[in-house]
């Protein structure tokens, strides 16, 4: 490949209209390489000035590097004049917008640069004190009754990348028609040099933060607070507010992984900064043995998820899947619920999660919705507003416990939740296992895997889809399934037989194909759920196999 003179006169106006010093610097030595023919200077041009960053439902995300194809100072200002000029379109001109951050590369100056940019908009822009949880930006955005919030964070992306997420007035992530309107405002901004800047923004102070420290650690439903934690938050923000929350609780036997407590926007001890990562949470069981915990907690690096570790019963540590502790935790919120303030509850899932759920919330008589996948659906569950909504939960380990103040994922208040119910079986001798095994007998038992096929074409995942839908398979596992389309609603396929399910889509944030399965085994009594367990695990291998055969 050659360096054509349109890709390197867009490189020339892209340095002319960046407003960041180093940025036009870095790129300036780039095309200085590749205009003497270096093709690694030309490959990395072409890939930094390819289309900008798409703005969707979850804002922004990608590598920090000048160029529209990452996230640097120049496209976070014109997205944020964008959304500004929406926002004032919509007829929230000079709302109370809330601005955080977490503390990976670039955060500081590019939330800085949010904050500049809609105070000079004319919007009344309060930024929160310090790096802080994307659960307390959502948390602000209601409290403060605000018209939008941007949280800068790439959540639990690797160390190389970061972000730019937004919500509305409801305190929910944005949904379409908004992601596009405000994409198509940000493509009429001009040059990012350009763009108007002010100063006029205040600096909250610790009283919103305390605030939703009060709120989270109001969760638990019982007295008992006799619990070890061992903690981690993976180099991420979430250990002061934790720890916080925690001790306001009552939980005050807390362990947090020395080496991961810091932020630390290299996240030096894991490849690969996501709880669900193998190995991810290695540190955190080590520590939950050496101390003799009776709960671990996982928090990604903005402290938005959660996931827990449990002590088998012969002593070794696991992790929890999202089904298993969306189950427990959505058990927990509908047993314990005040039905004088929650009359008609409704929960809620995604439909890649287990259908564990739904069981669980008829037993209560509540309501239940299965969503497509992402918070932004699950807080609308139901009348799509989501009201009477009082949990939801998607199984890549994101729980809303408290959707009444946080319409998002949280996981702090999960955390204290999951503490909460830890105590109270702690207390009469029991454990989560013990909690799961009670679920398996009252609902049969759920196993739930995932298959996931990663390309290098991105080609092969619309071809994927087409054979699939052109061949479904009439069995599975020797089960004779049905095949539903969810198209155009969403690009899915259902294969469903008795006592099984498979849902295929792509991944939205990766380039794979992703399965995801379920096994139900029926279980008679107590006595019956080992060989039910062994049962249904040999038919979630073998469901694997095909699936894994399938996807090619």
Known sequence: MTLSPELRDRAFRWIADDLDAADRE?????????????????????????????????????????????????????????????????????????????????????????????????????????????????????????????????????????????????????????DREIEAAIAKVGAAVVVPTAQGWTTLGDDVVQSYVDRAASLPRSPERTLRIAATTLHGVGAETLRKVLAHAGFTDVHLVAEQERPDPDFPTVSFPNPEEPGAADLLLELASTVDADLAVALDPDADRCALGVRERDGSWRMLRGDETGALLGERVLSTLDRTVHPDPLVAATIVSSELLSSVAAKHNARYDATLTGFKWLVRAGDGNGTGLVYAYEEAI?????????????????????????????????????????????????????????????????????????????????????????????????????GLRVLVRPSGTEPKVKAYLEIVEPVADAAELGDARERGRKRLSALREEISALLG
């Open 26 to 178: 870095e790129m300036q030595r780039l095309l200085g390489k590749a205009m003497v023919g270096e093709q690694q200077a030309i490959d990395e041009l072409t890939d930094r000035m390819r289309a900008p960053l798409s703005f969707g439902t979850a804002g922004l995300r990608g590598p920090v590097r000048p160029g529209p194809n990452g996230m640097n100072r120049a496209v976070v200002v014109r997205t944020t004049a964008g959304l500004g000029e929406w926002l004032a379109a919509s007829g929230k001109a000079g709302g109370v917008v809330v601005v955080g951050r977490d503390a990976r590369h670039g955060s500081e100056e590019f939330h800085r640069d949010v904050a500049g940019v809609l105070a000079a908009a004319g919007f009344d822009v309060r930024v929160l004190p310090r790096p802080l949880p994307t659960p307390v930006l959502a948390f602000a955005v209601r409290k403060l009754n605000a018209v939008a919030g941007v949280q800068v964070t790439a959540s639990h992306n690797p160390p190389a990348d970061n972000g730019y997420k937004v919500y509305l007035d409801a305190g929910s992530q944005i949904v379409p028609p908004a």
């Open 398 to 498: 994101g729980h809303c416990v408290d959707p009444d103040v946080v319409r998002d994922k949280d996981g702090i208040s999960a955390a204290v939740l999951a503490c909460d119910l830890a105590a109270s079986l702690k207390a009469s001798g029991r454990s989560l296992l013990d909690a799961l095994d009670d679920l398996a007998v009252d609902h049969g038992l759920h196993l739930t895997d995932q298959v996931s096929l990663r390309v290098e074409d991105l080609g092969v995942i619309g071809r994927t889809m087409a054979r699939l839908r052109a061949e479904p398979p009439s069995e599975l596992a020797g089960i004779a399934v049905t095949v539903s389309d969810l198209r155009p609603k969403a690009d899915v396929l259902t294969m469903r037989g008795p």
